[in-house]
């Protein structure tokens, strides 16, 4: 259950950039306020700025432990951005900013920026959750939290049309080891998958987990997908409570992405619903219905796809 040390590292990151330019001596107010537009160097007539070079430090996910480290790292960063910059010169020499490919990629790159900064503003306006909320879902997942146990699972797969999935209740219910049904279904020629795997409870989909939390070491179950059948039994376990003042943060980093998510989801239909979305060609024939497309969120194995509140 890491914490996340990308975002910690990018916070530490920027705050210590803001605290090495604020600093600097001989600054006043107003000069700190323009330093971020400073030129930090010039290659022939282009100018590269302290503002991008602190812009490609603020997606490093480097931590930095001292001030000397910062003011490193930036020199560092220039070096790159110089030498970027003569190979920008070089691409334009040869008139590869009008190539067909090069345009399309450039068009691309915009694209997905706007696209980024719109999302990022949508997500932006959410207002965090109050405290309680955060501490209501703590107490309303237990087996998530404070009965959070990590699994060892023995699972085999079988195909929706297999038609065995009652007999290999009765087997399993008879006292039948997983081993057993393995070698029972190679005798019959029937098709399946399986393995071995330890998964901790956040990585276990919260209908399942349900269901695995009122096993003991030892019983089975076995779960109906759109994909077929997954027959799972639990060989060991190991309880491994978290604290609300652990989980906390988390939760509301979670609280937050989902809400993030939900918020795009209903923007994404409200701009699908007012768009005039005309398909061409083969594409025509493939178009989605006007409703969303088909939910995949049940396919491949019943414990593949994880929760992530304690991510």
């Keep these: 259950m890491p ?31 323009t330093l971020t537009t400073q030129v930090a160097a010039k290659v022939g007539s282009e100018e590269i700025s302290i503002h991008q070079i602190n812009q490609v430090l603020s997606r490093s996910s480097m931590a930095i432990s001292a001030p000397q480290s910062v003011q490193a790292l930036r020199a560092d960063v220039l070096e790159k951005l110089i030498d970027q910059q003569l ?13 067909p490919e090069v345009l399309a990629q450039i068009d691309a790159a915009r694209r997905e920026v706007l696209a980024r900064a719109y999302v990022q503003q949508l997500t932006n306006a959410i207002p965090k959750p109050a405290i309680e909320e955060s501490r209501k879902y703590f107490r309303d997942h237990p087996q998530l939290f404070s009965e959070r146990r990590v699994f060892s699972l023995q699972e085999i797969q079988l195909t929706p049309d297999s038609g065995v999935a009652e007999q290999v209740r009765e087997q399993l219910a008879g006292g039948k080891s997983m081993g057993d049904v393995a070698a029972w279904l190679k005798a019959h020629d029937i098709p399946f998958g399986g ?45 491994a409570p978290v604290t609300e003042e652990a989980a906390l943060p988390r ?61």
Excluded: W
């Design 195 to 239: 393995g071995a795997a330890t998964r901790a409870a956040e990585q276990i989909p919260l209908d399942l987990l349900a269901r695995l939390q009122a096993l003991k070491d030892g019983q089975s179950a076995i779960v109906q997908t759109p994909r077929g059948v997954t027959v799972l039994r639990i060989t060991s376990s190991q309880a």
């Design 251 to 311: 939760i509301e980093q979670f609280l937050m992405n989902q809400r993030g998510a939900e918020a795009l989801s209903q923007t994404m239909k409200r701009l699908r619903a007012k768009a005039t979305v005309s398909y061409s060609g083969d594409f025509a024939k493939t178009a989605p219905p006007t409703a969303a497309a088909a939910d995949t969120s049940n396919a491949g194995s019943a414990v593949e796809k994880g929760n992530g509140a304690l991510k």
């Design 3 to 33: 914490y996340m040390p990308f975002q910690f590292a990018r916070c530490f990151l920027v705050s210590a950039i803001m605290a090495l330019t604020l600093l600097m001596p001989g600054c006043s107010g107003k000069d700190a306020q």
């Design 87 to 99: 190979v920008v010169e070089q691409a334009i020499e040869a008139k590869l900013h009008r190539s």
